[in-house]
């Protein structure tokens, strides 16, 4: 053990990634010998990272505060052959979500074939009726999709819960490497690591695909709810990245069944749009009618197949918790696969006897709203007051299709720099997916949160945790010194966007990157 890892050892229970009973595990072994070798006071500030962020913007809202995201110094490092399990079980997982909304909201054989009960779906407050019958142009549905994933004590990767609505998050897989580069050139070098940058290439071309029939060089827009979102730095960001217009509802303009976008030219027709909104406040004239942040007339476009939106509106039903328990007889229904990943144990609260079970261990259980989001309204029953589980307690019998139950499961634990010492804190991950309706191409590596206070479980952003850079590695992932002599120079990192720039200063820039972009995702 160097200085910066002395000492360190893992939180019980808690499968460590870096430590076993034997020693370093092989993955870390080369990041932490690297990472020894750096001035320890240096690393410990960890001032970089902070600076960084504050400077290009990369902040997220906490409680009304702007607060800079915090990113670890230490990476979350996962061989080849793990990744492999995970990015196939991913693209199974996307692919029988895909199937199981493109059933829902048409024939429903799932629910004449007795998989899952009708009334489970009719029930999530996310089926949109107004979408039945709806076939998107390339059949896709789940253009992005968000699995979160957890370790177990026993080192298995297990899937926590589905995202296929307005997932979150890539934006800080981009700028957590790009800092990681910058700040650790002399660990990074040393280490054959999957790039994440082509993401936005994979994301412009999937939204390309999209496009309604007959148009064969789309505009393809990024819908966002504006400046005050907590999530508005990567919505601006994937918007200059792809080289495409960000807009807001005001500037859209629906008429005739098709929407078009106001320059300074006129009005210009939009086919594709890539919202960051939910459902609720895209179109006044069908969900709340007190939304400003929509455009009236949207549905009514996506409806007569006039413009795609990415993800498609209902996807929330997929996201329910509920549902989420019946996910591995989807698997088995419509790939007749066994599921790749397994899920976490669950009880289904509204069953009588599961919900008996459940109230009587109300201090042993994590108890989840079906339609949260965020890590709100979740209750650890171990660390919950009396008071919070009696309260809980008439929720559930209130609501009973309104909760799941688990156990609580032990995130894995990775070292975190905590008062200038590495400390074991929880993880989770989340790999992000683009189905382009051909392919389904996962991201490598991901979004590592890390719950910050020793012994939290809760990681999410929102929840005040933080964020480390996931290492897919190589089947050669480490470079001996001969091949780093040889290794070609890192290209240079894809420039971060600076949100307190002028909208208007940007379209230029944005057109131009969007012809390019055009020009190199054109078929031969």
Sequence with gaps: MNELFAGYKGSGLAYDEM??????????????????????AEVRAGDYPKSTYIDQGVTFDIGGEERPFPLDIVPRILLADEWAVIETGVAQRVKALEAFLADVYTEGRV???????????????????????????????????????????????????????????????MTNRRVMFSALPEVTSRHRIRPVEQYPLQLLAALRAAAPHGVTDPTVVVMTPGVYNSAYFEH???ARMMGVELVEGRDLVCHGGRVSIRTTQGLRPVHVIYRRLDDEFLDPAVF?????LGCAGLINAVRAGNVTLANCVGNGVADDKLVYTYVPDLIRYYLAEEPIIPGVDTWRVEEPESRAEV???????????????????????????????EVLRHKILDDPRGWIAQP???????????????RPRHVD????????GSDVYVLPGGLTRVALPEG???????????????????????????????????????????????????????????????METRPC
């Design 288 to 292: 709340r009618a007190d939304s400003m």
């Design 236 to 238: 601006a960001l994937l």
């Design 408 to 422: 609580v499961v032990q995130l894995s634990t990775v070292p975190t720099m905590i008062g200038g010492g590495m």
């Design 111 to 173: 629910f004449a074939d007795g998989v899952i009960p009708r009334r489970v779906v009719a029930s999530s407050p996310h089926f949109h009726r107004v979408m039945a019958g709806v076939i998107p142009p390339n059949g896709v549905r789940v253009h992005v999709a968000g699995i979160d994933l957890v370790r177990d004590n026993a080192g298995v990767f297990r899937v926590l819960e589905d995202n296929v609505r307005v997932p979150s998050g890539v934006s800080y897989v």
């Design 429 to 436: 991950l989340r790999p992000f997916a683009v189905n382009s």
């Design 19 to 40: 430590m076993s009973s034997d020693g370093v595990r092989p993955a870390y072994s080369s990041m932490m010998r690297q990472l020894g070798k750096l001035d320890a």
């Design 359 to 389: 109230l009587d261990r109300l201090d042993e259980l994590v108890l989840k709203p079906v339609d949260g989001s965020g890590g709100k309204g979740i209750v650890i029953g171990p660390v919950a007051s009396k008071k919070q589980l």
């Design 456 to 518: 939290e479980l809760i990681v999410n952003s929102s929840q005040g945790g933080g964020s480390k850079d996931t290492w897919v590695l190589a089947r050669d992932g480490v470079r001996s010194q001969r091949k780093r002599a040889k290794a070609k120079p890192m290209p240079a990192p894809v420039p971060l966007v600076d949100i307190a720039e002028e909208k208007t200063h940007h379209q230029q820039e944005q057109q131009q990157q969007q012809n390019q972009l055009r």
